[in-house]
């Protein structure tokens, strides 16, 4: 069997500033196309009730901020925060075209201070997973709120609750030798149980805290066919990055189990996959 390497797959902040940012901007409207269900129960989760002075945490390229800024109270303020340029760059410009008071910044929420602060809402949709120090990150974006605020932050539930995700590890390893992901490095599945998080948030201050599960059906890329959407897992999974070592035959193995692997989900000519994710809501102290 043939052995890819890097060892890991995890995924660090730093990536994102660089290669990582600028491959999930390539890939901007596919991702947000297969993310899109996560916004409601998120949106709904962060009670966005009332004037607030709202940021979005590692906004990526802005889908969530559109609907954050349709959806806030008249007279609320939305600030969108990211790390990587090319992906803050694509953001300012999509909100451009909006008439609100909103913003957005290129920082490492890790250690930035609040750019425009306190917030009564800290909103994120799984850009809270890739921290170097998560104790240090959530210390840090506690001193974001103010009293009262609050939090609700989306991260993926476990990998066998997320065959969307997982089903391109599993062709790999029909294949290959694919090196088994550390589960405490940064990356997608970082918080998988929740207990991690919900201890890292409760340490950093955060009270009130909870955890609901939204389980729903994710269309990848938006609603692909099994073909286009293999292709679309190659080029947007940072795991689809091994594959770039791999010899064609290999590849080409990987990329027909996968399209196998589909065609069992294809529902009205698009691939429909089940997905859990954990919602994890809290609240700064009065
Ligand atoms: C999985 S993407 C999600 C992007 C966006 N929220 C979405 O759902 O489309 C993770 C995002 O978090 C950002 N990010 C990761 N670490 C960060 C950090 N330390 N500070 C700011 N942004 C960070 C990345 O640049 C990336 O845009």
Redesign the pocket.
């Given at each position: 069997m043939n052995q890819i390497q890097p060892p890991t797959q995890s995924?660090?902040?730093e990536d994102?500033?660089h290669e990582?940012?600028q491959k999930?901007c390539d890939q901007?409207a596919a991702?947000?196309a297969t993310?899109d269900p996560?916004d409601a129960p998120l949106i709904e989760a962060g009670r966005l009730a009332g004037p607030l002075r709202i940021a979005?945490?590692?906004?990526?390229?802005?889908?969530?901020m559109l609907k954050l800024l349709r959806q806030a109270h008249p007279g609320s303020s939305l600030h969108g925060?990211?790390?990587?340029p090319a992906?803050t760059e694509m953001a300012r410009s999509r909100i451009a075209e909006e008439e609100s008071d909103a913003a957005i910044h290129t920082?490492?929420?890790?250690?930035?201070t609040a750019p425009d602060g306190p917030y009564d809402r800290l909103i994120?949709?799984?850009?809270?997973?890739?921290?170097?120090d998560p104790q240090a990150?959530f210390s840090n974006l506690y001193t974001w709120l103010s009293p009262g605020g609050r939090i609700a932050f989306?991260v993926w539930g476990p990998p066998p609750q997320n065959p969307w995700m997982t089903s391109l590890r599993e062709a790999v390893a029909q294949v290959m030798d694919v090196p088994e992901p550390d589960p405490d490095a940064?990356g997608?599945f970082r918080y998988a149980g929740g207990e991690k998080l919900y201890g890292l948030l409760q340490a950093a201050g955060f009270r009130d805290l909870e955890i609901r599960d939204w389980r729903g059906t994710i269309a990848l890329g938006g609603g692909l066919p099994p073909d286009h959407a293999a292709d679309f897992a190659f080029s947007a999974f940072s795991l689809g990055d091994l594959l770039a070592d791999a010899d064609e035959t290999a590849t080409t193995a990987v990329r027909e189990r996968l399209i196998q692997r589909y065609a069992q989900n294809e529902q009205d000519g698009a691939v429909q996959m089940d997905a859990c994710v954990h919602i994890v809501t809290g609240a700064r102290s009065a």
């Open positions: 995924v660090s902040a994102w500033a990582r940012g999930w901007l991702m947000e993310l996560v979005e945490i590692g906004c990526g390229g802005g889908g969530t925060i990211d790390i990587s992906l920082a490492n929420v890790e250690s930035a994120s949709r799984f850009g809270i997973m890739f921290f170097d990150a989306a940064p997608p």
